[in-house]
C-alpha cells in the first residue's frame, strides 16, 4: 500500500526486552543452490511466536529486537492488516476519509540473527501462510498509479475462506487466493526512523506477489544481528498494485531464518522457489529498475552457473522474464527478473 508519511512512533518499542531462543537446521550453502531450501513438506513447530501488537513502522538500526534468535530457528508471526485496525469487518468509504498515515504498515519484530553481521547474506523461507477471516482494499485519494484519474475514495471489503482457493469480487468475478507479505527486511545501517516505504536494499515496500510460501528470499545484511521485520500482508494482488493496495489483510506467517554460509555478496534482495531463481532491482525509473535487475541476473549467473556475461545476457534476453512489481511508490518502482531452473538443469 502506498503511503507517504512514516507510521507509528517506535519509542514504545524502545521498552520491549529482547529474549533469545534457539533454533535449529543448516543454512544453504550458498545463495542460488541447487539445493531444494523451499521445501514445505512438513512445517516445524515455531521456536518463537510473536504478537501483532510487537511491531513498528520505520525502518532503522536503533530500533532494538523483540527476539534474537539462532540461525535456522523458526519464527512464527502474527500481523495486522495495513491500516493497523483503522478498517474492520464492517467499514465503509467513510472510513476511508479518516484514514491516518501515521500507523500504515506495522510490521512484526524485528527479530535478530545470532552471528549476523554487514555483509553477509540472511535467507527467510516462507513455510507457512494463514490468512484472517477477512479484508479490504481502497482507493485513497492521492495514492495509487492513476491518482490523477482516480481523486474520490472508495472502499470495498472482502470475506476470506481461508480454506478457500478463490475470493469473491463480486457476484460474476472472483481472484485467486494467493497471500504474501507486501513488506519484508532488515534494519538499514542508519538511526534515523526511515519510513517503510519506498523498496531499498534492505528489503522494505516490495510488493512482490510472487514472494509466496515456499519461496526464500535473501537479503543483505547491514548491521549486527540483521534486525528483520515483515508485514504489510495481502490476500491477493496484482503485478504492480497499480491502485495502492492489495487485498490487505492480518495473517499468522511461519519462517525459517538463517545465515547463508559462504554467500556471495547481493546488492538488493533475490529470491527462489522451486521452479526459479529471481532478482529484484529498485530504481526511481522503470528503465533504470530494469536495467539493474537484468544486470543482477547476468552477476547470478556468471558466479552459479559458470557462464560467461555474454552468454548470460543472452540467455537473459532468450529466457528470463521481466517482471514490474510494484509501480505505486511514485517515483521509486520494483522490477524483477525471474530465470527458470528447468532452463537451468537445476530442477
Known sequence: MLVTRVGRSTLALLFVCAFTVHGCGPAPDR????GDPTSTSSVPEPDVVLTADQTHARWSAAIPPVA???SGAVVEV???????????????VADVETLSFDPIHPLTGPVAVEGASPGDVLAVTLLDIEVEEWGWAAIVPGFGFLADRFTEPYYMG???DPDASR??????ISVPLAPFPGVMGVAPATDSMLATIPPRANGGNMDNR???EGTTIYFPVFVEGANFSIGDTHAAQGDGEVSGTAIEAGMRIRYRIEVVDGARPIEEPQYETDDYYAVTAFATTLDEAAVKATT??????TAEHGLTPEEAYILCSIAGDLKISEVVDVPHMLVSMHMPK??????
Not at 31 to 34: D, E, K, N, Q
Not at 167 to 172: P, V
Not at 342 to 347: A, I, Y
Open 78 to 92: 502474527h500481523t495486522m492488516e495495513a491500516s493497523d485496525g483503522q478498517f474492520d469487518a464492517g467499514s465503509t
Open 167 to 172: 475470493i469473491r469480487f463480486n457476484d460474476r
Open 296 to 301: 543482477y541476473m547476468i552477476d547470478y549467473l
Open 68 to 70: 534474537t534468535v539462532q
Open 342 to 347: 528447468d532452463v537451468l538443469g537445476v530442477r
Open 31 to 34: 545463495v542460488g543452490a541447487s
Open 210 to 212: 510472487h514472494m509466496i
Open 158 to 160: 472482502f470475506d476470506i
